[in-house]
T-cell receptor
């Protein structure tokens, strides 16, 4: 079982819609979760992190964490074409090894 | 601005010819990581340095080595690159094993 799993997509949404990206993790000891955005040919850049159950909002981005279900998601409201990228979910396990999911490819259609 | 720098951004080498990739950082972070990322795959941790302590992932091939001469610099040496080693190599840093990692722009390696 992979440490962090994501639906690879591709996910396509029209401009202005809400994009929903999902991630599950296997290590119940993981305490923090990160969403990175990676444009093609570029390195990952951190856009959100969450430690506590519930929602965390930052501008158009909302991260949601449910530790009981071992599930973390990222919502992007008012999606823009510039949001088109691969979104990587990441979590350190109890040994502080950092695991990335394979990423979900998002395309926002103008 | 504090940052993570990787050189070169693009590297072409021949099959079996040793190559070295470099990473430097001005964040003064004590942990530095090397990841390999192949197309449409997740970044895969190769190894990391916690201060001067080297930590190799169990499945990292012996062909990959690393050096960290000081806090700011870390090198990735590929002793005999194979075609399967063509990938993007990402350097990242963190403070202690703090969960947030900061990535450099990556070096794309091509093996001919």
């Amino acid at each position: 079982q992979k440490e962090v799993e994501q639906n690879s997509g591709p996910l396509s949404v029209p401009e202005g819609a809400i994009a929903s990206l999902n991630c599950t993790y296997s290590d119940r000891g993981s305490q923090s979760f990160f969403w990175y955005r990676q444009y093609s040919g570029k390195s990952p850049e951190l856009i959100m992190f969450i430690y506590s159950n519930g929602d965390k909002e930052d501008g158009r981005f909302t991260a949601q964490l449910n530790k009981a279900s071992q599930y973390v998601s990222l919502l992007i409201r008012d999606s823009q074409p510039s949001d088109s990228a691969t979104y990587l979910c990441a979590a350190p396990n109890t040994g502080n090894q950092f695991y990335f999911g394979t990423g979900t490819s998002l395309t926002v259609i103008p | 601005d504090a940052m993570v720098i990787q050189n070169p951004r693009y590297q072409v080498t021949q099959f079996g010819k040793p190559v070295t990739l470099s990473c430097s950082q001005t964040l003064n972070h004590n942990v530095m990581y090397w990841y390999q990322q192949k197309s449409s795959q997740a970044p895969k941790l190769l190894f990391h340095y916690y201060d001067k302590d080297f930590n190799n992932e169990a499945d990292t091939p012996d062909n990959f080595q690393s050096r960290r001469p000081n806090t700011s610099f870390c090198f990735l040496d590929i002793r005999s690159p194979g075609l399967g080693d063509a990938a993007m190599y990402l350097c990242a840093t963190s403070r202690d094993h703090g969960p947030e990692q900061f990535f450099g722009p990556g070096t794309r390696l091509t093996v001919l």
